[in-house]
């Protein structure tokens, strides 16, 4: 896993809306979704969920395992830099 991977929605973002060259509200409609749904992810305010990863393939982006793979790379790395409690070992008694 890498210490720092963007945000999925940044990467759609980036590889993807902007070398379509079609607005949101376009990219939103032709994937059934609404166009503030799309946005959130694309602002890195949502991630990307089963159901749209699944929408991506079907519209001919990469595969729905490679964005969940994405998203939860990212969720893992943001929730390693969150402090946590001590931890105790699980053992047999």
Known sequence: ???N??????????LVVAELNLTVKEIARRLSVSRAALSRVL????????????????AGISSAA???NLQSNWELA???KRERPPIEPLTAV
């Open 78 to 80: 943001q929730a390693l």
């Open 1 to 3: 896993m890498m210490k």
């Open 66 to 68: 490679f964005w969940m």
């Open 43 to 58: 602002n890195e305010k949502a991630g990307i969920s089963a159901d749209l990863a699944i929408r991506l393939e079907k």
């Open 5 to 14: 991977p963007g945000h999925p929605g940044a990467i759609l973002r980036e």
